[in-house]
């Protein structure tokens, strides 16, 4: 299973990106599905995640600005990001737990990362 990641870059503050990470390889289903991001110096942590339900959830960093979605039928994950601030600068990973053929274990895969950088 490898994840590509796709939408990163360089912003202004108040601005907006959207970013995408799809699933490809032989997947037999996945389950949850997620963004991290990694500050330089810093672990790396949770942005959100969704169910394969669509149930969410959100940093609070990110409430209200952010919004997962995924795309079932393409193996895809989504965040739009709102509102931009320099403190979301960081490298953006996507997660996700798959299984690859039927009745198989869910594994964890992670993408490459992707940079995003906020400009105040």
């Known amino acids: 299973v490898q994840l590509v990641e796709r939408g990163g870059g360089l912003v202004q503050a108040g601005g907006s990106l959207r970013l995408s990470c799809a699933a490809t390889g032989t997947i037999f289903a996945i389950d949850h599905m997620g963004w991290y991001r990694q500050a330089p110096g810093k672990q790396r942590e949770l942005v959100a995640g969704?169910?394969?339900?669509?149930?969410?959830n959100y940093a609070l960093s990110v409430k209200g600005r952010f919004t997962i979605s995924r795309d079932n039928a393409k193996n895809t994950v989504y965040l739009q990001m709102n509102s931009l601030k320099p403190e979301d600068t960081a490298v953006y990973y996507c997660?996700?737990?798959?299984?690859?053929?039927?009745?198989?274990?869910?594994?964890?895969?992670w993408g490459q990362g992707t940079q995003v950088t906020v400009s105040s």
């Open positions: 997660n996700a737990d798959a299984e690859t053929y039927y009745g198989g274990d869910f594994k964890d895969y």
């Open positions: 969704i169910g394969r339900g669509g149930t969410t």
